[in-house]
């Protein structure tokens, strides 16, 4: 089993930054994607931004140019620097990751989430 833990949540005011981190333990081999996704308030889970294990970025329209994720896959960790954020930005995040627990066996794995608020 495979366990995400996410840190680095919390009120920010219009414009200013967040760094959210997440760390993964447990039972695997490898860990293809690392990805963040955001729930806001009344809506659906959408994607904010994904890193393979190469390194290839994907991010959502609404937060290219401020926000950059970046991961560290000899630590299993993934970060989420987020700058010049909107109100439209709060939303309880989480960190989501698959990859292998064994040679035979796959894994998908969610965090726990951390709050994020922007206030205006």
């Known amino acids: 089993q495979v366990q995400l833990v996410e840190s680095g949540g919390g009120l920010v005011q219009v414009g200013g930054s967040l760094r959210l981190s997440c760390a993964a333990s447990?039972?695997?081999?490898?860990?293809?994607?690392m990805g963040w996704y955001r729930q806001p308030p009344g809506k659906q889970r959408e994607l904010v931004a994904s890193?393979?294990?190469?390194?290839?970025?994907n991010y959502a329209d609404s937060v290219k140019g401020r926000f950059a994720v970046s991961r560290n896959n000899a630590k299993n960790t993934m970060d989420l620097e987020m700058n010049s954020l909107k109100p439209e930005d709060t939303a309880v995040y989480y960190c989501?990751?698959?990859?292998?627990?064994?040679?035979?066996?796959?894994?998908?794995?969610w965090g726990q989430g951390t709050q994020v608020t922007v206030s205006a």
């Open positions: 989501y990751a698959d990859g292998r627990a064994t040679w035979y066996r796959v894994f998908v794995s």
């Open positions: 447990g039972n695997m081999t490898s860990i293809n994607i």
């Open positions: 890193i393979t294990s190469d390194g290839n970025t």
